[in-house]
């Protein structure tokens, strides 16, 4: 069971993983019955943050316009800040953390700020993923939100139907930016990609696009944390065709599952489901192009576009 709207429900018995996330579940692994407005928590960290802004402002003296002329932002887009009637971009929170001499309180929150931008059915999974100590992702439609450029994320947000407002695109925008900060994370999570090869020829956003998204795709790929394999269209076997999915290895040790499909998602903590996903990931590797040959097979779509 799933909801466009809802949070992502999970599957299995109840553990600590679950209670943390807020995915409680029966035992059947239904979707929880008595909570409150699913988007209550991401309200309440945006007015937080909101708070405190103008706690900091009002300290310093400054009124919303002199705050905004100093950042960048209208008075308007300040009061919708502090008002928690907007989600604060990561550059404002940096830009406004040093103007109100706030020694790092708001960047400090800036992480939850980040995570209350994403579809109320992909929170639970952002604060997984933003902890794992590994990730392993097959991709069957786009380039993962992992691996994205702004001009391609962009470009994907710009296709969503029905049509996004540009306030919406710009904030969900900053939240799939923020998650890459994931590649600068110590410990280094090991991450792992399974990339259909029509995603990297689909142009989404157009050819330069494409290119830029590519070059990204290949530098990321050098990391020596990160693998990234391409699994060819011609194979004549495949793993697993019942769509994407992506494993999340936790901190403590717990290896969950999340999938999507059309807005509705689902974390897996099933001990026999997760396994099967495994298989299939693993057969996956085995079928698709090593990470060198990825990388050589990147380069010569370069050379097509």
Do not use: W
Not at 57 to 77: F, Q
Not at 261 to 272: A, C, E, G, N, Y
């Amino acid at each position: 069971m799933g909801s466009t709207r809802g949070r992502a429900p999970c599957t299995g018995r109840y553990s600590r993983v679950t209670a943390e996330v807020g995915c409680a579940v029966t035992g059947e692994g239904e979707v929880p019955e008595q909570r409150q407005a699913e988007d209550e928590p991401a309200r309440g960290v945006i007015g937080a943050f909101g708070r405190q802004l103008k706690l900091l402002r009002t300290r310093a003296g400054m009124e919303r316009a002199e705050l905004g002329k100093r950042v960048g932002y209208s008075a308007d887009t300040i009061a919708s800040y502090e008002q928690g009637r907007r989600v604060p971009q990561p550059r404002f929170i940096d830009q406004a953390d040093e103007v109100l001499d706030a020694g790092g309180l708001l960047v400090a929150m800036k992480g939850e700020v980040g995570r209350a931008r994403y579809p109320i059915f992909f929170q639970d999974a952002a604060r997984l993923e933003a902890r794992a100590s590994a990730l392993n992702v097959y991709a069957v439609y786009a380039v993962p939100g992992l691996l994205q450029t702004e001009s391609y994320a962009r470009a994907v947000f710009h296709m969503e139907r029905p049509l996004l407002s540009d306030e919406v695109i710009e904030e969900g925008l900053g939240a799939r930016l923020l998650r890459q900060e994931i590649f600068s994370r110590q410990p280094a999570p090991l991450m792992s990609f399974v990339i259909e090869e029509a995603v990297l020829r689909r142009p989404l956003g157009g050819a330069e696009v494409l290119r830029e998204a590519l070059e990204h795709i290949l530098l990321l790929g050098q990391s020596r944390n990160v693998e990234i394999q391409i699994m060819p269209t011609g194979r004549a076997d495949h793993g697993a065709l019942g769509g994407p999915f992506t494993l999340i290895d936790t901190e403590d040790d717990q290896r969950i599952a999340y999938a999507e499909v059309q807005d509705h998602s689902r974390l897996h903590t099933d001990t026999k489901y997760v396994r099967t996903l495994e298989a299939r990931y693993g057969i996956l590797r085995s079928q698709a192009l090593t990470p060198s040959e990825s990388a050589a097979f990147i380069v010569q779509l370069m050379g097509e576009t």
